[in-house]
């Protein structure tokens, strides 16, 4: 039987993603034994003429060039994954979309700023059909496998909708705010298992907002804390301003 053909691509991004992917050591020698792996920069030269069963990428849309890139990449594949905070919301790119292009070009180029055409960033879906989406800045390595082995036998995958903290509590971490300490876990949508606070570290939201936060019960842990809801607000755009009005 002749396995899916499987490719692997980058947009506006670090390529994090693609290298969390390269890391999974043995994981990924059982992932390569399902799949014909037919491109993936990261780890390979080789790449691909014909039709991708699932195509899994990376970054964000900044410019003309990068849509069309997508647009081909969507025509060529039965599916399409969206894994990375980039992809899926927007990720750090999207906060130029919070100031006027031009303003951003000049900054970033200074002269030559007509030389490098930008367009606000967007996430794929905004621009092309998307069939899963891994969130994470990088993605969560158990939940990339996951995803992929629900695309290859053709399930579904729901993204957990509910927030970081409730995965805290099944770690039994002291909650950050205990500690003095500002964290996006109240509003940021769940299933890397409240990994960056496992470890020490505190929630970015780099997956993205729940659909239906609890603001109240946010609003209660800030009013507590003698926090300011603003903070809080302007934080979370940090990975998730391309999902907010942009300006044109």
């Not at 000049?106 to 055409?117: H, I, K, L, N, T």
Request: proline fraction near 5%.
């Amino acid at each position: 039987m002749e396995r899916p053909k499987v490719a692997f691509f980058d947009l506006s991004c670090c390529e994090g993603c693609q290298l969390q992917v390269a890391n999974l050591g043995e994981e990924l020698l059982d992932v390569l034994g399902l799949i014909d792996l037919v491109e993936f920069r990261e780890v390979m030269s080789e790449t691909w003429e014909g039709r991708y069963d699932v195509a899994i990428v990376e970054g964000s849309v900044v410019n003309e060039e990068s849509e069309q890139r997508l647009r081909e990449i969507r025509r060529r594949s039965d599916l399409l994954i969206a894994y990375g905070s980039c992809a899926t919301i927007g990720g750090v790119n999207g906060m130029k979309n919070r100031k006027p292009l031009p303003e951003v070009q000049q900054e970033v180029y200074g002269e030559r700023a007509d030389w490098f055409p930008t367009d606000r960033t967007r996430p794929l879906h905004q621009l092309v059909k998307v069939d899963y989406f891994i969130h994470g800045c990088p993605i969560h390595p158990q939940e990339f496998i996951k995803v992929l082995k629900s695309a290859l036998a053709g399930l579904p995958y729901q993204v957990p909708d509910y927030a970081v903290c409730v995965e805290c509590k099944f770690n039994e971490n002291v909650c950050l705010y205990d500690k003095g300490v500002t964290c996006l876990g109240p509003v940021t949508r769940a299933g890397c298992n409240a990994w960056c606070v496992n470890n020490g570290n505190v929630c970015y939201g780099c997956r993205g907002l729940v659909s239906n936060p609890n603001r109240a019960g946010a609003e209660e842990v800030l009013r507590e804390h003698g926090l300011d809801a603003g903070l809080i607000a302007n934080k979370m755009l940090m990975y998730n301003a391309a999902m907010e009005p942009c300006d044109e």
